[in-house]
Nanobody
Framework: QVQLVESGGGSVQAGGSLRLSCGASGPKWTTYCMGWFRQAPGKEREGVARIDGSNKTRYADSVKGRFTISKDNAENTLYLQMNSLEPEDTAMYSC?????????????????WGRGTQVTVSS
């Protein structure tokens, strides 16, 4: 069982930056596939970035070059550094975990979820 708690959301103007954090607990979480997802009003949840146990990363095309996923095993924390934010990035951001990374990057691939943190980007 992995417990996940997000923080760091807020309101920012376009072009600004935010860093999201996801506190993780549970056995072997450092070896897990960890991901960030987001869901905007009226839209389906989409994968933003993920990182596996060997720190291999994968990003959605819409955030490549702007967002960076990382983790600090000693601090039991997953991060999402978001730069050059756009109004289209406005959404509820959630972290998720699974014991291994599948070929696909979908909501249904993950077993454990946090409650989310809201990010609002104004133009």
């Amino acid at each position: 069982q992995v417990q996940l708690v997000e923080s760091g959301g807020g309101s920012v103007q376009a072009g600004g930056s935010l860093r999201l954090s996801c506190g993780a607990s549970g056995p072997k979480w450092t070896t897990y596939c960890m991901g960030w997802f987001r869901q905007a009003p009226g839209k389906e949840r989409e994968g933003v970035a993920r990182i596996d146990g060997s720190n291999k990363t994968r990003y959605a095309d819409s955030v490549k070059g702007r967002f960076t996923i990382s983790k600090d095993n000693a601090e039991n924390t997953l991060y999402l550094q978001m730069n050059s934010l756009e109004p289209e990035d406005t959404a509820m951001y959630s972290c998720a975990a699974r014991s291994w990374c599948s070929v696909t990057f979908r909501e249904s691939d993950f077993d454990y979820w946090g409650r989310g943190t809201q990010v609002t980007v104004s133009s």
